[in-house]
């Protein structure tokens, strides 16, 4: 599913440093490293009109991931993770 030259975009604000990852296995072992205990939290979502994810636990939502699909594959997902952002979505 991930294009080979996919990137992820990672903005978790005062979290931390932007990060951005490139090629389907760096961008894959993220995925599974971080997001497999996060999994049961998310829940399909529209984000800024593009396809994604919500993961909320209760009414605290603490990430949105948007994906960039062209064909049969994923080009680029942008994780937000930024407090201060998240603190305006609705779970």
Same mark, same amino acid.
């Given at each position: 599913?991930l294009?080979?030259? %996919?990137?992820?975009r990672? +903005?978790?604000?005062?979290?931390g @440093?932007?990060?951005?990852?490139?090629?389907?296995? +760096? %961008?894959? &072992?993220?995925?599974?490293?971080? &997001?497999s205990?996060?999994?049961?939290?998310?829940?399909? @979502?529209? %984000?800024? &009109?593009?396809?994604? %994810?919500?993961?909320?636990?209760?009414?605290? *939502?603490? @990430?949105?991931? @948007?994906? !960039?699909?062209? &064909?049969?594959? *994923?080009?680029? $997902? !942008?994780l937000?993770?930024?407090?201060?952002? $998240?603190?305006?979505?609705?779970?």
């Open positions: 599913m294009d080979p030259d %996919v990137v992820f990672i +903005d978790p604000g005062r979290l @440093a932007p990060m951005e990852l490139h090629g389907s296995v +760096d %961008v894959a &072992g993220m995925v599974l490293a971080q &997001g205990r996060r999994a049961p939290l998310a829940r399909p @979502a529209i %984000v800024n &009109g593009a396809p994604g %994810v919500v993961v909320a636990l209760g009414d605290r *939502v603490l @990430a949105l991931t @948007a994906f !960039t699909i062209a &064909g049969d594959r *994923v080009t680029s $997902l !942008t937000i993770a930024d407090p201060d952002k $998240l603190t305006r979505v609705q779970p």
